[in-house]
């Protein structure tokens, strides 16, 4: 008979963001005259900047003409794509990092779910805690997380605690670790990270010939100079970390899906090139990105597109401030907000994450993300997104600081 991969029913029956849609679903056909504010996933909702659209629209007339239709692009991107991220994202920051080390996707979500593939699976994985629940998940479904225990997480995973006491960064673990995820500014707590610090990680992974698989799909939030954009700003890292780019949250790319991974060639593990695997993984499983959405990535390189991208982010960084300065005026405990779109607030009163989540539902219509979702030291936590209106945002931050005592 068919064997399925047992490593699936390790599984939680669903994913995070999944079960909180549900939720919120169950919720508003109970209750259809509640106003719900939605603060819990981190989707944006401010349109696609004009310059994107309108260069789609030429790319899609393109695409309708006999003389300038397109097939099969190239599986990790057009040329012209990855010459303007290797040029603006890195080149123009003094980075040295070419178009060849760049592999466009549609998501840094499938990327850093992915690329688990080309590491054996007997390596050891390293987390935070609390952390994006792909990082995990994907690596329960690979067989390299071991089993779950109550309390205490994945037998093989390792946990790098981020709490108040350390400022939500993680320290380097006692333990070896070939894979190491880290995530900054972070998903959940917000939170970024200095090159000194960073500087610590790469010496780590270069000392033990680890990689550092590095998810910097919110530097676009990054306002405090001493934080890097990129891990590649920092000395040493083109020979042991992978970075992860998205222009979702940058660009409100979330349902238009557009993404690039970049391995540098300098990265040779037992004489094998990680960039020429990739490449290869990469050729086999897709067959790249649409070229009008490749079109319409480009343009956020464009003048234009630059100046509505920081428009955009601009929003979004008030809304964030709105919700930290708001929760701590009225005694709340809040975190990050400042270089992200995340605020990591305590739930008050001694509340669980799930139990703050089902309240603040049901009093306010305010959905955020259960801090606990996130992994085990997120527990008592709570996120909140700053991709909404100002409006809302503002309405959301009066009525939880309404109905909660800080
Ligand atoms: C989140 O809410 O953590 C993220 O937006 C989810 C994602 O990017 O996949």
């Known amino acids: 008979m068919l064997k399925v991969n047992e490593n699936f029913m390790k599984l939680p029956p669903s994913y995070l ?88 996707s549609d998501g840094a979500k499938s990327d850093t779910g992915s690329i688990g593939d080309i590491f054996d699976v007997d390596n050891v994985v390293a987390v935070c805690d609390p952390v994006y629940p792909v990082y995990v998940d994907t690596n329960v479904m690979a067989g390299r997380a071991g089993e779950y225990r109550e309390g205490a997480g994945w037998s093989k995973i390792v946990y790098m605690p981020c709490s108040r006491e350390n400022g939500f960064l993680p320290r380097i673990p006692n333990e070896r670790a070939d894979i190491i995820y880290l995530c900054f500014p972070n998903n959940p707590s917000g939170v970024g990270i200095g090159r000194k610090e960073l500087q610590k990680w790469v010496d780590y992974a270069l000392r033990n010939q680890s990689i550092l698989l590095y998810d910097a799909a919110y530097e676009a ?68 990105v649409s070229y009008v959405v490749q079109r319409g990535a480009e343009a956020v390189y464009s003048e234009e597109g630059k100046r509505e991208v920081r428009e955009n982010i601009e929003y979004y960084l008030n809304n964030a401030k709105i919700i930290k300065e708001g929760l701590q005026k009225a005694g709340f405990e809040a975190y990050g907000g400042v270089n992200s779109p995340y605020v990591w ?52 931050i009066e009525r939880i600081t309404q109905s909660f005592q800080a």
Request: glycine share 10%; aromatic share 12%.
């Open 17 to 104: 963001f999944v079960d909180i849609a549900n939720k919120v679903d169950q919720f508003s056909k109970q209750h259809p005259e509640v106003e719900i504010i939605r603060m819990g996933i981190g989707d944006v909702t401010r349109p696609l900047p004009k310059a994107v659209v309108t260069a789609m629209q030429k790319a899609a007339e393109e695409m309708g003409n006999m003389e300038t239709f397109r097939g099969y692009g190239p599986e990790a991107g057009y040329e012209f794509l990855r010459s303007a991220i290797a040029e603006n994202d890195y080149q123009k920051r003094g980075v040295a990092i070419d178009k060849d080390e760049i592999f466009v």
């Open 221 to 288: 939030f990054i306002t405090d100079e001493d934080m890097p954009h990129s891990i590649f700003e920092i000395e040493g890292a083109e020979k042991c970390a992978i970075e992860f780019r998205s222009f979702s949250k940058t660009a409100g790319f979330t349902g238009t899906r557009c993404a690039f991974t970049v391995i540098p060639k300098e990265l040779i593990f037992n004489g094998v090139s990680l960039n020429k695997l990739w490449g290869r993984r990469q050729s086999t499983k897709m067959n790249g």
């Open 345 to 396: 607030m305590k739930a008050p009163n001694g509340l669980s994450s799930w139990e703050f989540f089902d309240l603040l539902l049901e009093k306010t219509g305010v959905v955020g993300t259960p801090g606990s979702g996130f992994g085990i030291s997120g527990e008592g936590f709570f996120r909140l997104t700053a991709f909404n209106t100002r409006e809302n945002t503002e309405k959301a």
